[in-house]
């Protein structure tokens, strides 16, 4: 390898090609005070150091150090150049550096905040993809409801948030966004089971299974429907599942957390047909103003391109 260096002018100075080789004796050189010990270190002789030292004087057309009798001692010149290829050393590591973060080949860790649901069925499968292609960086994913993921992102213990939209802090920016489709779930045998779509007015007979918003519910019902209080409410996807596959009730969600129910006919869903002023949308958040280390920027890259395939599995699921 060899480094071209340019004069200022380049009609005053023709290209120089300077080998790496020749600027490590050189800067080994200058810190031992002697080519003699600078060989030692590097395992060569004295004499292919003086030699990759008078070609470098040469291709500079300037002595470099003054040959003294107890070693050698940089000219003035010599000190302009050991300052010039310390820095040119100095860049090049930090290159090196950064080179092996963006290839993943450093370890790096990712802090993932999320929800459920989410967590169940859209994170596995970026992760597997993410983690074949960086497979020395870990992770730590903490489920939470929405608003203890903007906690945790606001104070910095997580990087990177998953959530469905609730309203976000000021300091919390949705780095991308798609509409889920919002609907009910019920068990086959239900009585709204065979329905191809609902309105909010079939739900007013039925039974109301509530899940918090942030853990798999949906805030669908408007104020002055006819719609009794919650048969159950309950901190728990798994159990508003467990509970609509017993029978005792509807519940008001989104597909996310549940498809394989769905794929499998162990749970009914039926989409709303109503507009929604604010339909559900599973969002990738991360702090405002906050800058990210090159492993969780990479990898809310990926989560942000995988977000609409991800949609058109989940509309594909509710519309066949």
Known sequence: MHIHMRGRHKSMRPRLH?????????????????????????????SSVNRQILKLEDQLGCKLFD???????????????????TRVEHDLETAATLIDDLRGLKQGHIHIACEDGIGRDF???????????FPKVTYTITVRPSVGIFSMI???????????E?????????EAAEIMPAGIITAPG??????????????APH????????????????????????????????????????????????PVGIISDIETGRIVFIPIAEHQAS??????????????SIAAEKLAQRLSADLPSFRNRVRALVTS
């Open 279 to 292: 339909p559900p949308k599973l969002c990738l958040y991360s702090r405002r103003h906050r800058g990210l």
């Open 18 to 46: 300077v080998h790496l080789t020749a600027l490590r004796y050189f800067i080994e050189t200058a810190d031992a005070g002697s080519m003699r010990t600078a060989a030692d270190r590097l395992s060569v002789s004295p």
């Open 154 to 164: 606001t104070d910095g213990t997580a990087d990177i948030g998953l959530a469905m």
């Open 207 to 254: 039974r109301l299974i509530h899940s918090r918003i942030g853990l798999g519910g949906v805030a669908l019902l408007p104020a002055g429907t006819d719609q009794e209080p919650p048969f159950v409410n309950t901190n728990s996807p798994d159990m508003t599942t467990s509970l609509v596959q017993a029978g005792l009730g509807i519940s008001i969600r989104t």
């Open 166 to 174: 609730p309203p976000a802090p000021a300091d919390i920016k949705a």
């Open 67 to 85: 040959r003294i009798n107890d070693g050698v001692a940089l000219t003035a010149a010599g000190k302009v150049l050991l300052a010039c290829v």
């Open 190 to 203: 239900h009585a709204l089971a065979h329905h191809r779509t609902v309105t909010l007015q079939d739900l």
């Open 123 to 133: 994170l596995p499968g970026t992760l597997a993809a993410f983690q074949a292609e």
